[in-house]
Nanobody
Framework: QVRLVESGGGLVQAGGSLRLSCAGS????????VGWYRQAPGNQRDLVAR???????NYADSVKGRFTISRDDAKNTAYLQMDILKPEDSAVYYC?????????WGQGTQVTVSS
């Protein structure tokens, strides 16, 4: 069964940190492009960060310098380290893996940043 399982969300005060995990089962998060997206109520789902199979990373302007995307080959897991969190970072965060035969989404994890 192909699936992605996210974890690591929660409630944190502004200025704090969280690390989200995206574990792949039946799908590689190492050889495919992995993206972290977020969606706040009433908003569209937007790309936050992406790591390509060759390791190149891209970030939304709103998170540059605060968020870091990475992968652990041995664990087949992608991470999103989020530092200096702001209330506007509150959203459901999803990971997505792009394959040649289509993409796979995780179930999402809630991040809430209090002011």
């Amino acid at each position: 069964q192909v699936r992605l399982v996210e974890s690591g969300g929660g409630l944190v005060q502004a200025g704090g940190s969280l690390r989200l995990s995206c574990a792949g089962s039946g799908i590689s998060v190492i050889t495919n492009t992995v993206g972290w997206y977020r969606q706040a109520p009433g908003n569209q789902r937007d790309l936050v960060a992406r790591i390509i199979s060759n390791g190149v990373t891209n970030y939304a302007d709103s998170v540059k310098g605060r968020f870091t995307i990475s992968r652990d080959d041995a664990k087949n897991t992608a991470y999103l380290q989020m530092d200096i969190l702001k209330p506007e970072d509150s959203a459901v965060y999803y990971c997505k893996v792009d394959r040649n035969i289509g993409w796979v989404w995780g179930q999402g994890t809630q991040v809430t940043v209090s002011s």
